[in-house]
């Protein structure tokens, strides 16, 4: 055996050599196909989570939906105690019957003009607030009813300030004739066909959808600066919310006075250089006179009214159930 090694000593040393690399190339396909079932195994795990991700219902999660009904309760709470804020001894409208309705119209309006008498607020004679339609004998629509009597109401809380602020001419006051722009039919007369009634516009409805609505109010008055600065206050803390939306105030004696001072055109410098003085301390004494006389005033504003508070449970609006007509 040794003397045939010696004679092929070099293939021994070939077989010998092969039979290692042999080995490691085993080895280590060993390991690597090793390596390969584990990734394998692993790669057909994540693509069976995958498929079960993909196969399974869509989001949210049952934990994400109580989440997020926890999230729109909050929400809705908060919603609901800003706008019993907001709402708080509102005016709504009111049904009544057409021959109640003028009798409410009547009593109001008497009781407008002698709270003006009795704080000497000047107005035109039987003024009618913008009403001079209905103060004239003609019967509104049954439709138009509530929100008339709505607008009656608050026609009264704003013209009961003038007294407190000492205003001291009431020149008109004018409101959104919602019956003319909705298109309103007119009372049939007997015997003919009744039309279709077209409702309010979508923009300005009375309170009771949506989140909220507005009214619009104008009215032009004189009195004195400081008594215009104390309207404003009193407009702000009605409890109706109101934001005035226009203001505008001309001083006529400012624009006399300021035209009597307005410069003449001198023929000689010499003259202009004398009378310099003395048109300047009489311009001087004119301005101190103005604020100390009434202004016109023109104010427009908007009242809000909001709808009904909103149920979470249910999803849906509830009924109103804070504010109330005053």
């Not at 003009?113 to 003024?127: C, I, M, S, T, W």
């Not at 006051?173 to 015997?191: C, W």
């Not at 003085?277 to 101190?288: T, V, Y």
Request: glycine share 6%; with cysteine; aromatic share 8%.
């Amino acid at each position: 055996m040794l003397n045939i090694l010696k004679k092929y000593i070099w293939l021994t040393i070939s077989l010998a050599v092969s039979f290692i690399l042999l080995a490691a190339v085993g080895s280590r396909l060993f390991f690597v196909y090793k390596s390969h079932v584990k990734e394998q195994r692993e790669l057909d795990e994540t693509s069976g989570r995958l498929d079960q991700l993909y196969n399974r219902a869509t989001f949210p999660s049952a934990a994400n939906i109580t989440r997020e009904n926890e999230s729109l309760k909050d929400l809705v709470d908060e919603y609901n105690e800003l706008h019993d804020l907001l709402a708080a001894d509102q005016v709504l409208p009111q049904e009544m019957e057409g021959a109640e309705f003028m009798t409410f119209l009547e009593k109001t309006l008497r009781r407008m003009r002698d709270r003006l008498q009795a704080g000497r607020v000047v107005f035109p004679e039987k003024y009618a607030f913008g009403f001079e339609d209905y103060w004239g004998g003609k019967m509104p629509v049954s439709e138009a009813i509530p929100r008339l009597v709505q607008q009656l109401k608050i026609a009264e809380n704003i013209c009961g300030l003038l007294p407190d602020a000492a205003i001291t001419e009431l020149i008109s006051f004018a409101r959104e004739e919602f019956e003319k722009q909705a298109g309103f039919t007119e009372r049939l007369q007997p015997g003919r066909q009744k039309k279709p009634v077209q409702p309010p516009a979508a923009g300005n409805a009375p309170a009771g959808e949506g989140l909220y609505t507005t009214q619009h109010f104008k009215m032009d008055f004189r009195a004195r600066e400081g008594s215009v600065l104390d309207l404003l206050n009193r407009l702000a803390r009605l409890p109706m919310f109101t934001v005035v939306t226009r203001l505008e105030i001309v001083n006529q004696r400012a624009e006399v006075a300021m035209g009597d001072a307005a410069p003449q055109a001198p023929s000689d410098k010499s003259k202009t250089a004398a009378s310099s003085a003395p048109a300047e301390e009489a311009s001087r004494d004119k301005r101190i006179c103005i604020g100390r006389e009434d202004v016109e005033v023109k104010l427009e504003m908007d009242i809000y009214n909001f709808g009904p508070s909103v149920e979470f449970r249910e999803g849906f609006v509830k009924k109103q159930t804070t504010g109330g007509s005053r």
